[in-house]
């Protein structure tokens, strides 16, 4: 049986490496603007990253993004553009808005009151976002 999550982790290192190499810079490469360009994937790519693909009876997607939110936001939220994707991405796989912000709360405990206050800054912001598209 395959180890898939050796395996990912293997590509992850091989990619690090091989950008490393092309070109230092890259290691800390970021794109602005991409999170807009792509604010949400595709269902088919949903499905493969936070679905039920490699391990059918394990968490649903929406349950594994939460469980991302938690982590990015007990970090202190530092990235924006991939907390706000986060935050879409659950969306768009289900979780409710009093869903994600209680995950969030949660996380007070843990990542302190600025990490929580910060990511609930950006979730804000998403919100208002998803508020404007739909009138």
Not at 23 to 45: C, H, I, V, Y
Not at 95 to 112: C, D, F, P, R, V
């Amino acid at each position: 049986m395959t180890d898939f999550k050796k395996l990912f982790e293997d590509m992850t290192a091989q990619g690090q490496k091989m950008a490393e190499a092309f070109n230092p810079a890259l290691k800390d490469f970021e794109m602005p603007g991409l999170d807009q360009l792509f604010p949400t994937l595709s269902t088919e790519q949903l499905d493969m990253m936070w679905g039920t693909k490699f391990n059918p009876e394990g968490l649903d997607a929406k349950t594994r993004l939460l469980v991302v939110l938690a982590g990015q936001t007990v970090l202190g939220a530092q990235a924006e553009a991939p907390f706000k994707a986060t935050v879409r991405n659950a969306l768009k796989a289900g979780a409710t808005k009093q869903q994600i912000g209680e995950t969030i709360y949660q996380m007070s405990m843990l990542g302190g009151l600025p990490a929580m206050s910060k990511a609930l800054g950006f979730v804000t912001e998403v919100f208002a976002e998803k508020q404007e598209d739909s009138a």
